[in-house]
């Protein structure tokens, strides 16, 4: 899913400009979160969720830009040009409704119940909850597992976008990749400076470090739609020369100049249980942690309702471009499904031939996958520390500066394995479908906080049971998909199956067994 | 009442996402918005709106004051 910025062969010598860009904006990043790694505290409460400091704009910028990956960009424009108009529908109206339900359900509640009980993971949340140490134990490698994917897909996202745009810039140096920047420089650079800017200021470096990489992202989508609608001539005239077939969502075969057919358009049902996806963001251990960085539950309210308005911003020129895409004036090659990632690329490439804009798009493209990237990791460092090492140990145990090196060292672990696995799994065609399988699992999983939270009756054997079944459903379909391909059940989506089992559980388990203590019901519902 | 009166108004909003009425309605909007994306363009300016009321409306102010009052005590 992600796009090839390529410069046009026939441009004469390569120009470098488009990398000096990029150079600028990841300079531009590093010394912007080196800046606020200045107002770190040197506290553990600091570091992990920036002693609940972040106000309204930032929470909004650093929530958006963790949510929207480089999906957002160059994966919407491509999913429209496969299957047409109803993408927008499919992946980010439905998130308007659902994204801002779980921050306002869920995000606000699990910040004021951590935000009083001191908690900065979600694993302590449940163990709390539950009143049960193992559960931590069950979920923190289920969680870890849903997490490396979505790590994979950042980093290997940044070789398809740099290692094309970068063709032929460096022939004596990299003969072996025909002078384009080979991925281990590339995956090097780019896991260094967001190492960098986490290693410096923590949870507050992240949010800084987002919301400068969302105003990015947001403005690069609407310069590359700016530009090519120019191209054709306006936005009615680029609409008009559309293929009629993209812009209706009646599931339908189109033939692709002779060589291969195309299923356009979308099933009502798929359509309406992808509506499951969007619940990931309930579950997501590293947006679990953006929420926990608020000042007060009164931040909260800006990134409620401007969420959908963001993902309107985004989005709606995205798909436009890509409706654009499926005309004969766009003049694009034959691409099969698994190239169609490419599209705003050679729209960019082709139409405005730029290596300035070029340079920009792809800094824009970079921002959405590092804005999520710098996320995981930092959660996943969080988690480690504090549900593994620190759980059951003695408060003294120790002190704030070991603690922030632990996390530090865990963080510099993950971000060693993320490489190796993005330098082995680099070639691997459907790494991108990997994410909606991601999505599937924390989406599905979303039953289980969203009982905790409104359920006084929901028990710790239920809360077993809800991971188990989910976790088993999932794997079985997970494994029916040929591990991680696209995949319905007779047009439902897997993650709405695994869902409604993971609540039937739930329910079920906990009418039959132990329910908590009147102790821990007056902890967790106030 | 009112979270009931919240709950109906959210499960009308996600029936109103199917809008399987639009499925093959090619027309276009504003001379370039096709009308399966205005619709749904305007639905995320719809859903902004209602959970603008939702805060103005339905703010879990208890919840703030209880979350502080546990850091106070800390």
New interface residues.
């Given amino acids: 899913m992600i796009s090839i910025l390529a410069q046009a062969p026939d441009a004469g010598p390569v120009s470098l400009t488009p990398l000096i860009v990029i150079g600028c904006y990841l300079a531009l990043l590093l010394g912007l979160a080196m800046f606020s790694g200045k107002l770190f505290r040197g506290t553990s409460k600091d570091y992990f969720v920036a002693s609940h400091s972040i106000g309204p704009f930032m929470l909004l910028m650093s929530v958006f830009g963790t949510t929207m990956t480089a999906f957002a960009l160059v994966g919407s424009t491509g999913k429209t040009f496969q299957i047409g108009v109803g993408t927008y529908g499919l992946m980010a109206s439905s998130s308007g409704l659902i994204h801002a339900a779980c921050f306002f359900l869920i995000g606000i509640r699990v910040w004021a119940i951590a935000k009083r009980h001191g908690y900065v993971t979600q694993i302590q949340f449940f163990r709390g909850r539950f009143e049960s140490s193992g559960i931590g134990y069950l979920l923190f490698p289920i969680l870890v597992l849903l997490v490396i994917p979505y790590l994979l897909i950042g980093v290997i996202g940044s070789y398809r976008v740099i290692g094309p745009m970068t063709a032929g810039m460096f022939p004596n140096v990299f003969e072996a990749t025909g002078g384009s920047v080979p991925p281990w420089i590339i995956g090097i650079v780019i896991c260094g400076v967001v190492l960098a800017y986490i290693f410096a200021g923590g949870s507050r470096a992240a949010a800084w470090a987002n919301t400068f990489q969302t105003i990015v992202f947001m403005a690069m989508g609407v310069l590359a739609f700016t530009l090519i609608s120019k191209h054709f001539g306006g936005l009615e005239a680029a609409i008009k020369q559309a293929n009629g077939g993209h812009l209706i969502r009646t599931p339908d075969e189109i033939s692709i100049a002779g060589k291969f057919t195309r299923e356009i358009g979308i099933h009502p049902l798929t359509f309406a249980t992808y509506m499951f996806i969007p619940l990931s963001v309930g579950m997501f251990p590293h947006l679990f942690q953006h929420w926990l960085t608020a000042k007060s539950a009164k931040s909260f309210k800006l990134t409620v309702i401007a969420h959908p308005l963001c993902i309107l911003i985004v989005w709606v020129p995205c798909v436009l471009i890509g409706l654009w895409a499926t005309g004969t004036e766009a003049g694009m090659p034959p691409l099969p499904d698994a190239k169609v990632g490419a599209v705003l690329s050679i729209m960019i490439a082709k139409l405005v031939a730029s290596p300035v804009i070029i340079g920009m798009v792809t800094a824009g493209i970079l921002a959405a996958i590092m804005s999520s990237l710098d996320s995981q990791f930092l959660c996943l460092g969080t988690m480690f520390t504090n549900d593994i090492v620190l759980h059951n140990k003695p408060k003294d145990k120790y002190s704030d500066k070991k603690t922030i090196l632990i996390a530090r060292g865990f963080i510099i672990a993950i971000v060693l394995v993320t490489f190796i696995l993005s330098l082995l799994l680099q070639n691997v065609q459907n790494v991108f479908d990997l994410a909606i399988w991601s999505f599937s699992g924390f989406g599905a999983l979303t039953a289980l906080v969203f009982t905790s939270l409104y359920w006084k009756g929901a028990t710790k054997h239920g809360a077993y049971a809800c991971i188990i079944v989910v976790a088993s459903i999932w794997m079985f379909f997970f494994w029916k998909s040929g591990w991680g391909g696209e995949y319905t059940v007779g047009h439902v989506m897997p993650v709405a199956i695994a869902f409604m089992g993971g609540l039937i559980a739930m329910i079920v388990v906990s009418l039959f067994t132990k329910k908590p203590s009147e102790e821990t019901i007056k902890k967790f519902f106030p | 009442m009112k979270n009931k009166v919240i709950l109906v108004i ?1 499960i009308i ?2 029936i109103l ?4 009425w ?5 027309n ?1 909007v504003l ?4 009308v ?2 205005a ?3 305007g ?3 719809v ?2 709106a ?3 009321c ?2 103005k409306f339905a ?2 102010t ?3 004051k ?6 106070d005590a ?1």
């Fill in positions: 959210f909003l996600a996402h199917q809008d399987f639009n499925w093959g309605n090619s276009i001379g370039f918005l096709p399966g994306l619709y749904h363009a639905y995320s300016l859903c902004a209602f959970w603008a939702i805060i703010w879990p208890d919840l703030e209880w979350a502080n009052e546990g850091e800390s």
